[in-house]
């Protein structure tokens, strides 16, 4: 298995506070992705990283923030947590960005109430 | 915009039958697709990788082609277990990132 571990695997938070999301990979992968899974919408990008402090959105980006200072992590901010953040988010990890497998953590269940 | 479908939603088999799982999309221009595999409450497992040059991959009892000119792929499971039962999701990468399908939940029974 790719080593990727997602921190913490499951959170329960308050409207209106900040959440930071950690995704640490071992494998020296260019590429990280946050990804968020719903009921009826599937899986959907969040934002990705090419390399350190690089970094660009995604399809469903607005709330969210990122950053990624070193190769093997990608943190992702909700920066004042709303109900329909509620979600499963899923981080993965891939070599380069055209032909390589892209593989994924275990996912961070993240209830807003 | 790609679009990914799966077809069917749900699909339910005894044992030991050989089942066919559908993934279309509408941009031929991909650089791979990748099949995975989801069990309930877990991540995604990573069952097979094509590349757009590719006609197909195959690892053990899976069996996956593709047909990116006419925006196809399919997902051969032969001689179907119980433990085979998750949802198989496929994924397209047009660059930058993976577009997903909504995924066909498998029930295999025993």
């Known amino acids: 298995d790719a080593g990727i571990t997602q921190s913490p695997r499951h959170k329960v938070t308050e409207t209106g506070t900040p959440v930071t999301l950690r995704c640490h990979q071992t494998e020296n992968h260019r590429y990280m992705y946050w990804y968020r899974q719903d009921p009826g919408h599937g899986l959907r990008l969040i934002h990705y990283s090419y390399g350190v402090k690089d970094t660009d959105k995604g399809e469903v980006s607005d709330g969210y923030s990122v950053s990624r200072s070193k190769t093997e992590d990608f943190l992702l901010t909700l920066e004042s947590a709303t109900s329909s953040q509620t979600s499963v988010y899923f981080c993965?990890?891939?070599?380069?960005?055209?032909?390589?497998?892209?593989?994924f953590g275990q996912g961070t269940r993240l209830t807003v109430v | 915009k790609q679009e990914v479908t799966q077809i069917p939603a749900a699909l339910s088999v005894p044992e030991g039958e050989n089942l066919v799982l559908n993934c279309s999309f509408t941009?031929?221009?991909?650089?791979?697709l990748q099949w995975f595999r989801q069990d309930p409450g877990k991540g995604l497992t990573s069952l097979l990788l094509i590349q757009s040059s590719q006609r197909e991959q195959t690892s053990g009892r899976l069996n996956a082609s593709l047909d990116k000119s006419s925006g196809r792929s399919t997902l051969y499971i032969a001689a179907s277990q119980p433990g085979d039962s998750a949802t198989y999701l496929c994924?397209?990468?047009?660059?930058?990132?993976?577009?997903f399908g909504a995924g066909t939940i498998l029930r295999v029974k025993s």
């Open positions: 994924a397209v990468n047009s660059g930058n990132k993976l577009v």
């Open positions: 993965a990890i891939a070599k380069d960005r055209d032909n390589t497998e892209a593989f």
């Open positions: 941009d031929s221009a991909i650089y791979n």
